[in-house]
């Protein structure tokens, strides 16, 4: 007789099969795996031992190079070599000229997402990080000698929807499982507070992740409880990193040179090789001093601590102005704060650890090599995914950086989720038509903090049809936003009796700018009096639009019949005042004429019942009720 293999509930019947899930952080200037072996997350290393590959990918007609091969050809071969491809992630190709006009590519065209001119062809951002994430997948097999199950991938925090689906659709492109799009703050925390169990029950106030990396920057504020990870805020820039530190040395670089534009632009990725060497050399000396190889020619340059310091002042005090806005986004003052986390290459510039010790009050955290700790978190975050810690208790939750809701009536927005709510989340509301026999309803879907749709982004736009015809306002349409724990968003609208239902998965071509992240936040507040005057005079205008089709409606059908002379002249009189009233901006006035028509048709609306009911009843008798 066969054996019949069991297993307790919820347990593999097979345990000794392990499952591999891997943590990937796909930085700018650098990317990392990691996994979880013997109960400890690691970095895998390559070949030759390296931990960290650079996240430079160069096309030859036959092959691809990807990290230190394709770095040292950068300067001989820039324009088939791409730096910094995280960057122009989600971007359309205009923002990526606009914003870094010197860089070496040509691209396909002018418009739309960024379409890079290599000796293999057209490549986008998404295939060029593909080929950096098979890279860090094929690294992790060849280490661990086995098939990878699934990945936790980091993104910065504040991507938005263009930026985080791209990342996921390269990592499909490379072959990936992908478990988990994870905010990169929240991946440090992950791996501090694991770092530190034993001692997470001294550990019950707020930290602030401060992740300065190559091309991105985020500040987040978690609350840290017991294992509970929870962002209250999170704000950040999709555009400031480390590559700014080079660039500010490369300018100093051209203008001490007095090096042409054609020189600048020619020698571009040696001034930024040689920025970077600078830049780090800076970190642990007081002073630079060098003969610079560009082209045929030498210069000697010279470059002090203080000299840098200057020159970067700007940038660093820009990533101060975030971590306020953070702090008053959750609620919380600087004594608050027990921690603050370094994340990110970058950190290592001590003006910027000064500068967050100084504004925080307090020295960060640096225990966790600040270029490994974000990929150590997705690693831990990933082997709970995969199920090999099926007990483990830890919650994480992360948070929308800005509101996202739909167009109503007037060309106001009804923001359905809140900025900085918790995801993954789904909420719903109920709207109704505004028309007597509407059978459709376009679906506005809109992101930004303001009041009126021209002041927010459009994300996307469907239809929902075949709504039964009904009067204005009977029809019950329930419209659902859900946000996964990627951050990518669904909508769906239903109309309730009849079940008929429309759905869009939201997709934008590119992302926002950096700028205009900012600009929505930051508007919002300086504007927020003002949109609401113009929000309540809207609502009056959409009311006395309301009142008046539906007064007139009445009117036609039973004026004649249930008013007299004199009743009907009043009433077509306080109308026509509503008419002119509702082009004005006087909310109040509006308000004030529409209390008015409610208050002389009463009597019309009183008789119209009548009428109804009695046209209801006739032919019934007393039994048939």
Known sequence: MALLQIAEPGQSAAPHERKIGIGIDLGTTNSLVSVVQSGEAKTIVDENGQHLLPSVVRYLPDAVQVGSLATAAAVKDPQNTIVSVKRFMGRSVQDVISTW??????FENQSGNPIFKTAQGAKNPVQISSDILKALKDRAEAALNDDITGAVITVPAYFDDAQRQSTKDAAQLAGLTVLRLLNEPTAAAIAYGLDSKENTDDKQGSIAVFDLGGGTFDVSI???????????ATAGDTALGGDDFDLAIVKDIVERLSLSEKDSKAHHRALMDAAKQIKEHLSDNDSFEKQLALGDKTHAYSLTKKQFDALIDALVEKTIKTCKRALKDAKLNIDDISEVVMVG???RVPLVRQKVGAFFQSDPLTSIDPDKVVAIGAGIQADILVGNKPESDMLLLDVLPLSLGIETMGGLVEKIIPRNTTIPVAKAQEFTTFKDGQTAMMVHVLQGERELVEHCRSLAKFDLTDIPPMAAGAAHIRVTFQVDADGLLSVTAMEKSSGQQAHIE??????????EILDMLSSSMANAQEDMQTRMLKEQQVEAQRVLEGMQSALKADGDELLSKDERAAIDFSLQQLEKLMQSDDTQAIKSQIEKVDAIS??????????SIREALSGQSVSDL
């Open 345 to 347: 290459g970058s950190t």
């Open 602 to 611: 009463q009597a019309f609306a009183a008789r119209r019942m009548d009428k």
């Open 506 to 515: 939201v997709k934008p071509s590119y992302g926002l700018e950096e700028a």
């Open 101 to 106: 006009n010197e860089l070496p590519y040509e």
């Open 222 to 232: 978690l609350t840290l409880n017991k294992g509970v990870f929870e962002v209250l």
